[in-house]
């Protein structure tokens, strides 16, 4: 099988990515700056024909068998979900269930999820290098069989447009876009939430998708958009817990590393079909 999977210079670690980022930005040129310091591996890959460029890849904490390949146009920042990886790496949160993560990008929550003992998990994304970026990852630093990687359609960017009626979890997971902007191309929807639509979404569809005792665990670090997920996870009627010892009064409006906000439905709102 020919090589299909090209490292770039390290200069060119996280160009594409810079260039489409806002709040996010100045987070992204300090693991730039990492990257230039430490140096990026160059090693072509070829164990999976997919036609994308590799930028970087990286040493994750808590990733066992190698390291995490990000694909050009991936969104990479892991200081977004260092207290949800510690749940899954320390606490075990995901072991024995069923487990969807919403915008996976690299990967790596899913992998940590597989080599945690998750029962099985779903993972989507709505840009296609994203997809093929997770699949990737899968397969090489895991040997499950029980991860399922879905494509988002574009006419239909919400958070369970590919889960099907009757499909629930025990953990529904996701590190969401965190602003309120424009989307002009695929990648940019790691950055922005158009009108908060997937937010809306994600919490519309809480009731169907989440099992009775199930959990609900958002990375943000936007203080907007975290003081909207609590109002509009209150006005729903559902529990929110910020599971992080910081005070959002101390926060700037774009903060690393990412809070972790626990969503829980009441179980008189949970769908029927259970």
Known sequence: MAPSLFLPLPSACFYNIVLHSHSRRRFLVGSL??????????????????????AQTWTAEGVMHGDIVQFESVFWEPADTISLRKLIVEDGICSSRDVLEIGTGTGLIAVLCLQYNANSVVATDINPAAVNNAKYNIAMLTESTQADVR?????????????????????ILSNPPWEDGTVEKPAEHAFYDPNFALMDSLLDGLPQ??????????????????????????????????????????????????????????????????
């Open 33 to 54: 700056a990492l990257c230039l310091a430490n140096g990026c591996s160059r090693d072509q890959r070829d164990e999976v024909d997919y036609p994308f460029k590799v």
């Open 151 to 171: 494509q988002v359609p574009h006419d239909a960017p919400m958070a369970f447009s590919t889960i099907g009626d009757r499909e629930r979890f025990d953990l």
């Open 209 to 274: 998708h989440l099992n009775i005792g199930g959990r609900c665990l958002l990375a943000y670090g936007h203080l907007p958009a975290i003081e909207r997920l609590l109002q509009q996870a209150t006005q729903r009627g559902y529990g929110c817990k910020i599971l992080d010892d910081r005070k959002l009064e101390d926060l700037e409006t774009d903060f690393l590393p990412g809070m972790l906000i626990e969503v829980t439905v009441p179980a008189h709102s949970l769908s029927s079909n259970h």
